[in-house]
Each structure stands twice: as structure tokens, then as C-alpha cells.
């Protein structure tokens, strides 16, 4: 049986272990909530931001095409995927600066550090809290971004098409037949004014031989989804034969004439769907199936190749110190072993692309962590209130990482650099700078004198 005084030690031991641990748990409440509104006014203003730059984009094109308002609504929720998925980061940061700018400001920090809780200790609730947030962002980057960026893209090109010039761009000096009871025949189409020129339409929807219009120009103006066309001509003729007495043939001519066309959704609908997917409308697996799909081809490719050049020097050694007519053999190999190097190098770089779209999922994901190292730390060494200064920083270091982004993946596409290295060296970048602020806020240093002293004592 322990002494009296044991006890007593006993008891006061686990009466602060448990109160320690309330106070940690109160404390990793306190940080969290802190971030919360700063997080939802960060990610409000940045959606808002560019949404209204997306707005703007699509204004004119709706209105110019005279679609339902449904299609205009669907075409900007499902560019909401990608707003959402570079918004949230920005928004992490954003709240980060504020959040730990407020308690730097009001003094908390140093009043933490006072009662013993380092400012690492104050860290860890929100990196928890951005890891779990990094997490959901993959799921959501694998999962739904891909699904929305193909449906907007479908929904652009449903836009275009939409404005009929640039449908019939494809059909430029091609009868168009089934357009309800016409068939059209457009010779040139200038798809910027959305003009159309040397127009003939053959209307078949009377007894009797067809009734033929020709025009110098005309408009074209689709309504009701492609249930509606509406076709202007101007300057042109009308050729038409009596039914009754076919030797009796009318030749008239107009300055404007409209042509009302229903039912030519067959032809001329917007509704267009596409089952192409570019590696932004795909996930992780598919992609990945696609990688190994285009490595397969590849090795065949240089089993290709060295076949094609086996066999040109079998040739070499049997024809002798003749060698005749090789010269044109040598030729056709050459234009062999260069399209297959040109199959060879292009199936490598869109495996490539395959390879940065899959590893950029992660890490714009995992930039969530990151922009927490960076922004406590330097929030704390700002001090200051308010979003304006949070939001500032923000937009200065989000698009520093998006050039390297962005830099990384150009040059990973052309081969330059590995994939992988491409799109987690903003993260290392980014994270090497928080790992130095976290130790200048530690030491309550400068950041440059923080550097200085890593370089000359790393460890």
C-alpha cells in the first residue's frame, strides 16, 4: 500500500493529465473554428471571382445562340467542378493567413507560447483538418471533376453547334437533305458573321416537282433547341414548274425571302454527345489503363524497329559490294523507321499527359497541407487583421505555384522531365518554404535570418 503522500501525488498527476487533455481538445476546437469563417469567406470570394469570369465568357455565346435557359444552367454547374477544385487550395491558404494573422495580431499566440503550447502544437489541428480536406479533394478530383468537364465540354461543343454556320461549315458544298421538307446546298459559309453564300434550297413539300430557291447570301438562326430553323435569304430567285402543266415554268426574283424550317433536330440539334474522353475527363483508373495500353504499343514499336533495321542490314550484307539498288531500298526503310518513330514518340508524350493529369490530381489536392505550412507561419509573422491583406498573399503565392504548375506540365509533356517531378516540385518548393517560416516563427527570427542559419547548420 503507496504512502499517503504518493497518493496524493497520484491523484494531482491525473487530475492535470485529464485536464490537459480538455484543454487540448478545447484549444484544437478553438483553432478550428477559427478557420471556419475565414475558410467560407475565402472560398466564397474566389468562387465568386471566377465565376464571373466564367459568366462573362459564356454571356455572349448564350445569348448568341438562342438555347433554353436549362442548357445555359447546366453548362455553368458543370463548370463549377473546376472552379471548386482550385478554389478550395486558394481557400485553405486564404483562411490559414487570416486565421493565424488574427491570433498573432491579438497576441494569443505569444500568450500560447507563454503557458508552454508551441506553435507547432497549434498547428497540428489544422493540418489535420487540411489533410482530410486534401483527401476529399482526391475523391473529388477522380471522381467528379472528370464527369463534369466532359459534360461541359459536350455542352460547348452542343454551344457551337448551336450556331448554325459553324454546323454547316462541315457541310460546305454538300447537299443537307432532311431538313423537314428541304434539302440544302451551301457553297461557302463565313462561320465569324454566321453568314451563308450561293445558297439553293429544293422544297419538296408540295405535289409535283420541287421548287427551287437560289440566293447570294443568306442567315441562319436555330431556336427551340434545333426544333426551329430559321433561314433568311437575300437577292435571289425563285425557280418553280406548274404541277398541273409541267411545261409551264415560273421565274421570279426577291430581295428577302424567309424560309421556316421544322422538325430538323436529326441535323441540325444542339443536344450533341460525345463518348471521347481527353485526360481531363477521365479518372485515375482509366487513365492508368490508358498508360499501359500505350506502353504496349510502344515496346511492339521497337520490336518494329529493330525488325525493320535487322532486315536492311541482312539485305546490306547479302547484296554484296554491289550493293544495287539499295539506295531506293534504303529510302523506303528510312520512311518506315520514320513513321514509326513518329507513332513511337507521339504514343509517349500522350502517355505523358496521361501520367501529369494523374499525378496533378494528387497534388493541387495535396497543396492543401502545403499552403498550411506556408500560410500559419507567415500569417503569424505578418500580424495582420482583415481579408484584405490574407487575400493579397494569397493571390500572389496561389499564382506563383499555378507558373510552376503550369511550367512543370508543359515541360513533362514534351519529355523534358519525368511526370511526377513536374507536378509535385511546386509542392516541395512551397513546402520547404513553410518548413523555413515554421522555424523563423519558432525561433521568433527572421525569415531570412532563419535561412541564413539553415545554411550554415542544417540540422
Known sequence: MPPSGATCILGDDL???????????????????????????????????????????????????GLSAALAVDLFIYNLAWIIALAVPMAVLVSVLMAYGRLAADNEILALKASGISFSRLLIPTLLAATVLALMMVAFNDQVLPDFNHKARNLAVSLRR??????????????????????????????????????????????????????????????????????????????????????????????????HIRDSKRDLSPNYRSSYRSDREMDVRAMRVAVEGLHEQNQ????????????????????????????????????????????????ERRANAYLVEIHKKFSIAVACIVFVLVGAPLGALVRARGAAVSVTLSLVFFFAYWMFLIGG????????????????????VFGFVGILLLRAVALDRGFLATLLSWRRNPQ
Open 409 to 428: 506540365e508543359e515541360l513533362a509533356d514534351r519529355g523534358f522531365i519525368p511526370p511526377w517531378t513536374a507536378m509535385w516540385a511546386p509542392n516541395a
Open 15 to 65: 487530475f492535470y493529465q485529464g485536464h490537459r487533455n480538455r484543454l487540448v481538445v478545447s484549444l484544437s476546437i478553438y483553432m478550428l473554428r477559427q478557420h471556419l469563417l475565414p475558410f467560407l469567406l475565402g472560398l466564397s470570394l474566389i468562387v465568386f471571382v471566377l465565376v464571373i469570369d466564367v459568366v462573362l465568357q459564356m454571356l455572349d455565346q448564350v445569348l448568341s445562340k
Open 162 to 259: 448551336a450556331k448554325a454556320a459553324l454546323v454547316l461549315k462541315q457541310k460546305e458544298g454538300v447537299f443537307i437533305r432532311d431538313l423537314g421538307p428541304y434539302s440544302l446546298l451551301v457553297r461557302r459559309v463565313d462561320e465569324e458573321a454566321n453568314e451563308l453564300h450561293d445558297l439553293t434550297l429544293y422544297d419538296t413539300g408540295h405535289p409535283g416537282p420541287p421548287t427551287t430557291l437560289r440566293a447570294a447570301r443568306g442567315k441562319v438562326e436555330i431556336f427551340d433547341e434545333g426544333g426551329y430553323v430559321r433561314l433568311m435569304l437575300h437577292d435571289g430567285e425563285v425557280h418553280e414548274i406548274d404541277a398541273n402543266d409541267p411545261s409551264r415554268f415560273t421565274r421570279s426574283t426577291f430581295s428577302r425571302q424567309l424560309v
Open 300 to 347: 511492339q514499336s521497337r520490336t518494329q524497329l529493330d525488325s525493320i533495321a535487322v532486315a536492311f542490314l541482312e539485305q546490306v550484307q547479302q547484296a554484296g559490294p554491289e550493293q544495287v539498288g539499295l539506295q531506293s531500298e534504303s529510302r523506303q526503310i528510312t520512311r518506315r523507321l520514320e513513321k514509326q518513330w513518329r507513332l513511337f514518340d507521339s504514343r
